[in-house]
C-alpha cells in the first residue's frame, strides 16, 4: 500500500521533468546554480515548484549548499546530488569553490532543444562529466512529499542502488544527453521522473526506524493505515472514530503517533489531501465546481469553497481562471 499512496501522490502533485544540460568540465571548474525559484521562469514557467538534480557520469567533484551548515559532499562516477527545496547550491572540483551564477546558460535560444552542451574547461588534467535536469511540480495547496524531504539528498553510487534500475536510468541518461536523437527531450524528460522516484525510494530506504514526517510515516503501521484508508476513499464522510476503528487502535494512539510523524491531526491531514485533489480537478477544467465538491467530500458547494478559499487565498473559480 506504501507504493500505492506515494503514486497517488505524485500523480496529483503533476510531476513532470525538463530542460537538460550536458556538462563537460575540467580542473579548476566550478558552477554556482541559483535558487530554483529564480529560474524557474527560464526552465519550467508553468510549474509550482522546481527541483534541480545531476548526475555524475565521470570523474569527481564536489557538491555544496550555500548558507547551510552541511559539509561538502564527495561526488564521483554514479553519484546523483538533488536539491528538493531548490535551494542555491555550487558544483566543483574542490570544495569551498564560489563563482557567480551564469543566467544566460538558463536562457536557451528558441531554436534549440536539449540537452544543452555545456563545457567548464579550466584546462587541468582532471575531467569530470554530469548531466543536470530539472522536475516540476505542484507546492500548493499541499504536497506532503516535498515537505518531508532535506535540502539535499545524495545517492553515492547510482551503479549499485535500486537493484539495478538506478544504474539503467543512469546509462540511459548518458546515452540519450550524448547520441541526442529525435526525441530525446521528451526522453529526458521521463528520465527525469524516473530518477527522481528513484532517488526517493532510496531515501525513504535509508531513514532510521525512528524518523518521523509524511515518508517515515508510510511504514508506521498504524499511522500508514490510516493514510491509505483517506487516500483510498477521500470523499467519504470520515470522523476519527471511524478512522480509529478501521486502523485498530484508540483515537487517542492515533492522533498522538498521527501528529507526531506529520504534525497534525488526520482529520486536518484529510482536509488538506482534499484541497490537493480539488485543485488538481480546477486546473483539469472539466468539472464544475459542484462537482469537485462532492468528489472531495462536501455535501455543498458553499462550504466546499469556503475551505478551498481559507486553504489557498483564492476562491475555486479564481484558482481556476488563474491556471493554478
Given at each position: 500500500m506504501?507504493?500505492?499512496i506515494?503514486?497517488?501522490?505524485?500523480?496529483?502533485?503533476?510531476?513532470?521533468?525538463?530542460?537538460?544540460?550536458?556538462?563537460?568540465?575540467?580542473?579548476?571548474?566550478?558552477?554556482?546554480?541559483?535558487?530554483?525559484?529564480?529560474?524557474?521562469?527560464?526552465?519550467?514557467?508553468?510549474?509550482?515548484?522546481?527541483?534541480e538534480?545531476?548526475?555524475?557520469?565521470?570523474?569527481?567533484?564536489?557538491?555544496?549548499?550555500?548558507?547551510?551548515?552541511?559539509?561538502?559532499?564527495?561526488?564521483?562516477?554514479?553519484?546523483?546530488?538533488?536539491?528538493?527545496?531548490?535551494?542555491?547550491?555550487?558544483?566543483?572540483?574542490?570544495?569551498?569553490?564560489?563563482?557567480?551564477?551564469?543566467?544566460?546558460?538558463?536562457?536557451?535560444?528558441?531554436?534549440?532543444?536539449?540537452?544543452?552542451?555545456?563545457?567548464?574547461?579550466?584546462?587541468?588534467?582532471?575531467?569530470?562529466?554530469?548531466?543536470?535536469?530539472?522536475?516540476?511540480?505542484?507546492?500548493?495547496?499541499?504536497?506532503?512529499?516535498?515537505?518531508?524531504?532535506?535540502?539535499?539528498?545524495?545517492?553515492?553510487n547510482?551503479?549499485?542502488?535500486?537493484?539495478?534500475?538506478?544504474?539503467?536510468?543512469?546509462?540511459?541518461?548518458?546515452?540519450?544527453?550524448?547520441?541526442?536523437?529525435?526525441?530525446?527531450?521528451?526522453?529526458?524528460?521521463?528520465?527525469?521522473?524516473?530518477?527522481?522516484?528513484?532517488?526517493?525510494?532510496?531515501?525513504?530506504?535509508?531513514?532510521?526506524?525512528?524518523?518521523?514526517?509524511?515518508?517515515?510515516?508510510?511504514?508506521?503501521?498504524?499511522?500508514?493505515?490510516a493514510?491509505?484508508l483517506?487516500?483510498?476513499?477521500?470523499?467519504?464522510?470520515w470522523?476519527?472514530?471511524?478512522?480509529?476503528?478501521?486502523?485498530?487502535?484508540?483515537?487517542?494512539?492515533?492522533?498522538?503517533?498521527?501528529?507526531?510523524?506529520?504534525?497534525?491531526?488526520?482529520?486536518?491531514?484529510?482536509?488538506?489531501?482534499?484541497?490537493?485533489?480539488?485543485?488538481?480537478?480546477?486546473?483539469?477544467?472539466?468539472?464544475?465546481?459542484?462537482?469537485?465538491?462532492?468528489e472531495?467530500?462536501?455535501?455543498?458547494?458553499?462550504?466546499?469553497?469556503r475551505?478551498?478559499?481559507?486553504?489557498?487565498?483564492?476562491s475555486?473559480g479564481?484558482?481556476?481562471?488563474?491556471?493554478?
Amino acid at each position: 500500500m506504501k507504493g500505492d499512496i506515494l503514486s497517488d501522490v505524485l500523480r496529483t502533485v503533476r510531476l513532470s521533468g525538463a530542460i537538460f544540460f550536458d556538462v563537460e568540465a575540467s580542473s579548476p571548474w566550478v558552477a554556482e546554480a541559483p535558487a530554483a525559484a529564480s529560474i524557474a521562469p527560464l526552465v519550467m514557467p508553468s510549474a509550482q515548484h522546481v527541483i534541480e538534480y545531476h548526475v555524475i557520469t565521470s570523474g569527481f567533484g564536489w557538491a555544496t549548499l550555500i548558507d547551510a551548515e552541511e559539509e561538502p559532499v564527495r561526488l564521483a562516477p554514479g553519484s546523483i546530488i538533488m536539491f528538493p527545496q531548490g535551494d542555491r547550491h555550487v558544483l566543483s572540483s574542490q570544495p569551498h569553490m564560489r563563482a557567480e551564477p551564469n543566467y544566460a546558460a538558463f536562457d536557451q535560444p528558441e531554436e534549440l532543444s536539449p540537452p544543452y552542451y555545456i563545457q567548464n574547461f579550466g584546462g587541468g588534467p582532471e575531467k569530470a562529466s554530469m548531466a543536470c535536469g530539472f522536475l516540476g511540480c505542484d507546492r500548493f495547496p499541499f504536497n506532503p512529499i516535498i515537505q518531508a524531504l532535506p535540502r539535499m539528498i545524495h545517492v553515492p553510487n547510482g551503479y549499485s542502488a535500486g537493484d539495478g534500475w538506478l544504474s539503467n536510468l543512469i546509462r540511459s541518461i548518458m546515452k540519450e544527453s550524448r547520441n541526442k536523437r529525435v526525441g530525446s527531450d521528451c526522453v529526458l524528460a521521463r528520465l527525469s521522473e524516473l530518477i527522481f522516484i528513484e532517488v526517493l525510494r532510496s531515501y525513504m530506504e535509508s531513514l532510521s526506524s525512528d524518523a518521523t514526517g509524511w515518508l517515515a510515516a508510510l511504514s508506521d503501521r498504524h499511522v500508514g493505515r490510516a493514510i491509505s484508508l483517506l487516500h483510498a476513499d477521500p470523499k467519504r464522510p470520515w470522523t476519527l472514530a471511524m478512522l480509529s476503528r478501521e486502523v485498530g487502535v484508540s483515537r487517542t494512539v492515533l492522533v498522538s503517533r498521527f501528529t507526531e510523524h506529520l504534525g497534525v491531526a488526520p482529520i486536518t491531514y484529510l482536509s488538506s489531501w482534499r484541497m490537493q485533489l480539488a485543485a488538481g480537478m480546477l486546473a483539469g477544467g472539466g468539472m464544475t465546481i459542484a462537482k469537485i465538491a462532492a468528489e472531495v467530500g462536501y455535501e455543498s458547494e458553499a462550504a466546499f469553497s469556503r475551505s478551498f478559499k481559507r486553504c489557498t487565498g483564492l476562491s475555486p473559480g479564481a484558482w481556476r481562471s488563474n491556471g493554478k
